[in-house]
Nanobody, 117 residues
Framework: QVQLVESGGGLVQPGGSLRLSCAAS????????MRWYRQAPGKERELVAQ????????LYEDSAKGRFTISRDNNKNMVYLQMDSLRPEDTAVYYC??????????WGQGAQVTVSS
C-alpha cells in the first residue's frame, strides 16, 4: 500500500533553516509528481511546492519562491523540502502528498514546523 512518511520538522529561530524529508513507498515513485502542502492553525491547507517525476518541472507558492527548494531522489524514493530564511508565518504542519495514484490522493502524517524565537 502507499505510504508517505515525513521527517525533519522541529523548532527553529526566524532566519533559520530546516529540511523536510518524505519517504515514499507502494507506488511507481519515479513517474509521479509529488507535492508539499502546509496547514497553519486556523487556516486551510495550502500547496507549497510541486515537483514532477523527472524533477525538472517545479512550481512554488509565491511566499516560498526564493526561500524553499523542493527536490527528489528517485533512486531512494525520497522527496525533500529545503526551507531557508524561515519566518514565523511559515509555522505549520507540513504534509507530503501523492496527488493521484490509481484515482486516489495520498497524504503523509505531517511534520510540525515551528518558527519562533
Amino acid at each position: 500500500q502507499v505510504q508517505l512518511v515525513e521527517s525533519g520538522g522541529g523548532l527553529v529561530q526566524p532566519g533559520g533553516s530546516l529540511r523536510l524529508s518524505c519517504a515514499a513507498s507502494g507506488f511507481a515513485f519515479r513517474v509521479n509528481p509529488m507535492r508539499w502542502y502546509r496547514q497553519a492553525p486556523g487556516k486551510e491547507r495550502e500547496l507549497v511546492a510541486q515537483i514532477n517525476g523527472g524533477g525538472d518541472i517545479i512550481l512554488y507558492e509565491d511566499s516560498a519562491k526564493g526561500r524553499f527548494t523542493i527536490s527528489r531522489d528517485n533512486n531512494k524514493n525520497m522527496v525533500y523540502l529545503q526551507m531557508d530564511s524561515l519566518r514565523p508565518e511559515d509555522t505549520a504542519v507540513y504534509y507530503c502528498q501523492l496527488p493521484n495514484w490509481r484515482g486516489n490522493e495520498y497524504w503523509g502524517q505531517g511534520a510540525q514546523v515551528t518558527v519562533s524565537s
